[in-house]
């Protein structure tokens, strides 16, 4: 419980926002978007502008309760999902697109502006923000920030910390701090920008985002080709990137995936198929004709069964729609999907695709895997089901191989979700111990008093920084 | 709570820009991941069933069910909202909306008769008193939901035997001349509200059908669907209306249930489901279902006649929430007004938003439906239409009386009339 006075202290503090504290309010903000996760909060709290969350900070140290900052709860690594007596910070009204500055190709926006909010708002100008995670219509620009979201243009445009040209926050001590600016170059001092993003919530509260931004693409050529092994659509994913062929979009679906999609949407896709590669190009329209068929010819020639190549925007809509249903047609499947985001070099995509096959098939788990093949990035997702302890067992079993596998295959356990609590106990595994040390020496120095977002990427330190949550897939599922 | 169906949600949020709730609340509680959180505190003990906060919280959804359209699991969260309402009733929890009018209506919906008187003295009323000012000024202050109440019903037309949908309708010529051969027969669902408030689109849905080429019952036994009954937890309630309207179908031999108001329609649908554990109806009640049909998908899906009128007005089209998103109708009532030639359909922005009505939502939560109204009626006024075309009685209540608020000359039309219009002649339009 947050003592009384926190509680008075808190709405002192937030004369202008609101303080919640009713059962049914606490009861919906434990849990994020990450299965089996959830523990509720001792309040929420949505302050209205940096100064209340400043205060918000400094008395959280004064009193020692935690702080999880929230955008939209889309997140997958269990970032947003509260410490026990800790206080919520929302932020529902900070949506404002302040400034797009289209001389400067930059926006200064509100950390609750919705991701495809954004993207619509600077289309209109004829320029274009990339990052578009999966759940790009309900997620906010803070909260990608905090995770350094992906998404499906990563393999060109990068991700959002390629697009983060200055930060306004709050520290964990509550010091408001501004860095960067709308100068390209800034060498100035350490780069604290670059350490904040991504930071999942641990390290500073945002309360503005400088983004950056390029010009719209003319022209979009989209290509779906089905093959029927993976090794020759993972040749297909090499060639094309050998050719200096840079694709915006290179997605990649198994066999299990493209079942699930087929009996769900009745997309027409032939039967028999092991991959499918959806294959986008862009920009200028004489080099987009000239790529896509370029494109389209080498899928042919690593005996691509079928290569479908939209002519108008409805039909590469339906093309993409193959893609986009994958996760819902997966999640159809079982009552409950995990998806995770093992990540390895692009060259060691087939590989890793083949391992974590022979890795599900081994547990005796439903393994659906689709991702980014350009950049890597995968999604293996699991089917299972929350009430079966045994197969939930399976599951956390098969997803610690495939982080082993990621990580000998010279990738990461996470490419776009964060570390969070899902998979803070594979993160030595990854960056050895040294780098923990050097990540926890930061976050000592930052929040002495580690009331930010605590518990969250590290294991609980040996003096236990902060409720011990134990493995809370386990707890959970046992509940 | 079915727990099967409770587990399906994967807590993704994709479902949280397509709920009116959450626009005006942004609380987790106001939104389906939120709610479906609360149902599952409930199954699991951590909330009492009969805290009034979990009521409140189930009562303030709309029900639209838009969220099944965005949700890429596959939740059924109109049945999850069903289960968690019938719990509450259940607990008799202190957070439901007040008996008043909810306990009138719902006791009235199934009985025709009561239905009829209370039309009535309702029509006496809005021809007296309703129309004195200082009566209304007094009754404000007095009972605002009876006055909230009474000012949302349209004017009651009175109930003449004219409107009175024939026991049986031929397959009629356009223009008279020899009746064609009946294509098939199909049964009318004439609704509770419908005939007594919109008379004339129950006897224009069947005027269309037999002008293309069906032949149209409507059994005297048909009743209320239900669907208000089961949508505030009163689920033994809809099943025995079900068990009714299953019987009256089987009896009235016809193949197809055409139904012309996208909140019963839906409903219907849903027999199959509501009586799944009754052994001696469940069977009858999935075959039911199966032949349940919106009355603009059974037109188009069988081949529209297409009307030679031509109207030369604009008009657009607002997708009742349970013809969108409850049964998945979008295209056939489109597909009907581009049959029609020279109406210009000018597409509504926000066409798949609640407007609010919601059953009785509009009298249960005024203030939230008011805002989700005024934005319905913004768009509306916005498009520039001189008609908004919709298929369901509630929302017609609630849109036109959005338009009457702010003195709007728009006029809110049934597809069903429209099209008959396009039939006949112009001069024959709705009121």
């Known amino acids: 419980m947050l003592t009384d006075r926190a509680l008075v202290g808190l709405q002192e503090a937030t004369h202008k926002g609101r303080v919640l504290t009713a059962r049914e309010d606490l009861l919906t903000y434990a849990s994020d978007a990450t299965p089996l996760l959830r523990q509720t909060p001792g309040a929420i709290v949505i302050p209205k502008d940096a100064e209340e969350v400043a205060a918000i900070l400094a008395l959280a140290n004064e009193e020692g309760f935690a702080v999880v900052p929230r955008g939209a709860g889309t997140g997958l690594s269990g970032g947003a999902v ?46 274009f923000y990339p990052p578009d995670p999966g759940s790009m219509r309900v997620c ?64 500073a509260v945002f309360t503005r985002v400088l983004v950056r931004l390029v010009p719209k693409p003319v022209r979009t050529r989209t290509l779906l ?117 093992a990540t390895v070099p692009r060259s060691a995509v087939p590989e890793m695709l083949v391992r974590i096959r022979e890795i599900a098939d081994r547990h005796g788990a439903t393994f659906g895997v689709f991702g980014h093949a350009g950049d890597g990035n995968l999604h293996p997702t699991c089917l299972t089901d929350v009430r079966d302890r045994n197969a939930i067992a399976r599951a956390e079993a098969a997803f610690e191989e495939i982080f082993a596998a990621a990580i000998a295959l010279g990738g990461t356990i996470t490419g776009e979700h964060g570390v969070g609590l899902a998979k803070r106990r594979f993160l030595a595994r990854q960056v050895g111990d040294a780098s923990v040390r050097f990540m926890r020496q930061i976050k000592a120095v930052l929040d002495p008093n580690h009331v930010l977002n605590p518990g969250k990427v590290f294991e609980p330190g040996p003096r236990c920084e902060h409720p011990p949550l134990g493995h809370p897939r386990h707890a959970e599922a046992t509940a | 709570m079915d727990g099967d169906r409770l587990a ?34 409930v199954d699991r003990g951590e909330m009492a069933a009969d805290d009034p906060a979990f009521a409140e919280a189930m009562y303030y959804c709309v029900g639209c069910r838009a969220c099944e359209t965005a949700c890429p699991a596959g939740v059924e969260f109109g049945l999850l909202l069903e289960d968690a309402r019938a719990v509450i009733e259940t607990a008799e929890s202190a957070g439901r909306p007040p008996a008043f009018p909810r306990e009138i209506l719902l006791d009235a919906l199934p009985r025709p008769g009561r239905l009829r008187l209370g039309a009535r003295l309702l029509r006496l009323y809005q021809r007296t008193l309703g129309r004195m ?116 179908f089987e009896e009235s031999g016809a193949d197809t249930l055409v139904s012309n108001a996208a909140g019963c329609g839906a409903f219907l649908e849903e027999y199959g489901e509501l009586l799944r554990d009754d052994p001696d109806w469940a069977e009858r009640a999935a075959d039911f279902s199966g032949r349940v049909v919106d009355v603009t998908e059974h037109l188009v899906k069988e081949g529209l006649r297409r009307p030679v009128r031509a109207f030369g007005i604009r008009v657009t089209y607002d997708d009742p929430c349970h013809l969108i998103h409850g049964q998945r109708v979008a295209r056939a009532p489109r597909l009907v007004l581009a049959a029609i030639p020279d109406l210009e359909v000018v597409p509504l922005a926000e066409s798949t938003w609640c407007c609010g009505s919601a059953g009785i939502y509009n009298l249960t939560h005024p203030e939230a439906a008011d805002r989700l109204s005024r934005r319905k009626i913004d768009r509306i006024v916005e498009t520039g239409a001189e008609m908004v075309v919709t298929g369901n009685p509630g929302c017609m209540v609630q849109i036109a009386a959005g338009l009457r608020a702010i003195g709007s000359p728009v006029r809110v039309v049934h597809p069903m009339s429209l099209l008959r219009a396009a039939y006949e002649l112009p001069a024959l339009l709705p009121r």
């Open chain 1, 82 to 127: 509260p410490t026990e007596s800790s206080v919520v910070l929302l932020f529902p009204s900070w949506n404002r697109i302040q400034e797009i500055d289209v001389a400067n190709a930059m926006a200064w926006v509100d950390p609750g502006v919705v991701t495809a909010d954004l993207h619509a708002a600077v289309e209109a100008e004829g320029l």
């Open chain 1, 140 to 203: 906010t620009i803070g909260g990608n920030v905090a995770e350094n979201a992906g998404g499906l243009r990563g393999l060109k445009y990068g991700v959002t910390k390629d697009y983060v040209q200055g930060l306004e926050a709050v520290l964990p001590t509550g010091e408001w701090v501004r860095l960067g600016g709308k100068a390209v170059k800034d060498v100035a001092g350490y780069g604290l920008k670059d350490l904040l993003i991504g930071s999942e919530g641990t390290l």
């Open chain 1, 225 to 341: 080709a089905g093959f029927g092994s993976l090794a020759a659509a993972g040749e297909a994913v090499a060639t094309i990137l050998a050719e200096r062929i840079v694709p915006c979009t290179l997605e990649i679906m198994d066999a299990v995936t493209i079942g699930a999609v087929e009996a769900f949407g009745n997309l027409g896709i032939p039967e028999g198929l092991e991959a499918l590669l959806l294959i986008e190009v862009d920009g200028h329209p004489a080099a987009v004709e000239d790529e896509s068929h370029a494109v389209g010819a080498i899928c042919r020639r690593l005996g691509a069964r079928r290569v479908r190549r939209a002519t108008s925007e409805e039909e590469a809509e339906d093309l993409r729609s193959a893609r986009r249903a994958a996760f819902s047609a997966l999640a159809r499947l079982g009552p409950t999907a995990i998806l995770e985001d």
């Open chain 2, 8 to 41: 399906r949600c994967i807590q993704c949020g994709l479902c949280l820009p397509s709920c009116p709730t959450f626009a005006l609340t942004p609380l987790e509680r106001a939104n389906p991941r939120g709610r479906i959180g609360l149902m599952r505190a």
């Open chain 2, 133 to 248: 000012r200082w009566w209304s000024k007094r009754l404000e202050r007095w009972r605002p939901d009876v006055a909230r109440f009474l000012s949302l019903a349209p004017p009651v037309p009175p109930q003449s035997r004219r409107w009175r949908i024939p026991a049986e309708l031929a397959p009629a010529a356009v223009g008279g001349g020899s009746a064609p051969r009946a294509r098939g027969t199909v049964a009318l669902h004439p609704g509770c509200v419908q005939p007594i408030l919109f008379p004339e689109i129950n006897a224009d849905s069947a005027q269309v059908l037999a002008y293309n080429r069906w032949r149209v019952v409507s059994p005297e036994g048909f009743r209320c669907c239900g669907a208000l009954h089961a949508h505030q937890g009163r689920r033994e309630e809809a099943r025995a209306q079900a068990r009714i309207n299953v019987a009256a």
